[in-house]
């Protein structure tokens, strides 16, 4: 099984910010395989990005992804209000998995 | 819009058998897709349980392997997830979601809004 790990754990920023978050894979992730979801509580995840770098319908620009092979990143750009969650990375290159996720805080 | 909804019993006995059903409404179950469940214990990250094609066709995560069983009703558009002696391990919100398939991709494009299932005497 494909380990993901996230890094960091909670993330304190302001609105405003640049925000970077990392997932890192025990083994390689084949191309295309690796999405982001971001989790308010109480709300069922929400697909940002797949296929490393491609965004979901009605995800706004300030979302991006990208990398490959082992490490992986999403980038917000300028972090709004309600950007502030829970975000998980999830690869689909072998079986499926998702890291133990980034929590961006409001600091 | 494709819409899913979880259905079942919210407390289950200790070595007994959780059984849920997601229900598919604004499109066919019979696409280009998986039928995928996640589960999230309280307090905790998202893990991905099994899933199934329309044709039948099923991925399990390997530890729960031995314990699952998903299956698929296309004529009355729902598929189903059984998961045997449970035990408080199993104590998560189930979430039921569409992974739709093209191009080399596959993504998460739908999901139920998860049912809360206990585990307990």
């Known amino acids: 099984e494909i380990v993901l790990t996230q890094s960091p754990g909670t993330l304190s920023l302001s609105p405003g910010e640049r925000a970077t978050l990392s997932c890192r894979a025990s083994q390689s992730v084949s191309a295309p395989s690796l999405a982001w979801f971001q989790q308010k509580p109480g709300q069922a995840p929400r697909l940002l990005i797949y296929g490393v770098s491609n965004r979901a319908t009605g995800i706004p620009d300030r979302f991006s992804g990208s990398g490959s092979g082992t490490d992986f990143t999403l980038t917000i750009s300028r972090l709004e209000p309600e950007d502030f969650a829970v975000y998980y990375c999830?690869?689909?290159?072998?079986?499926?998995?998702f890291g133990q996720g980034t929590k961006v805080e409001i600091k | 819009q494709v819409q899913l909804q979880e259905s079942g019993p919210g407390l289950v006995k200790p070595s007994g058998t959780l059984s849920l059903t997601c229900g598919v409404s604004?499109?066919?179950?019979?696409?280009?897709?998986?039928w995928s469940w996640v589960r999230q214990p309280p307090g905790q990250g998202l893990e991905w349980i099994g899933e199934i094609w329309d044709n039948e066709k099923t991925n399990y995560k390997a530890s729960l392997k031995s314990r699952l069983t998903i299956s698929i009703d296309t004529t009355k558009n729902h598929f189903s997830l059984n998961l045997y002696s449970v035990t408080a391990a199993d104590t998560a919100v189930y979430y039921c979601?569409?992974?739709?398939?093209?191009?080399?991709?596959?993504?998460?494009?739908?999901w139920g809004p998860g049912t809360l299932v206990t585990v307990s005497s």
């Open positions: 999830h690869q689909y290159s072998s079986s499926r998995t």
């Open positions: 604004g499109g066919s179950i019979v696409t280009t897709a998986w």
């Open positions: 979601a569409r992974v739709m398939v093209a191009q080399g991709y596959n993504w998460f494009d739908s």
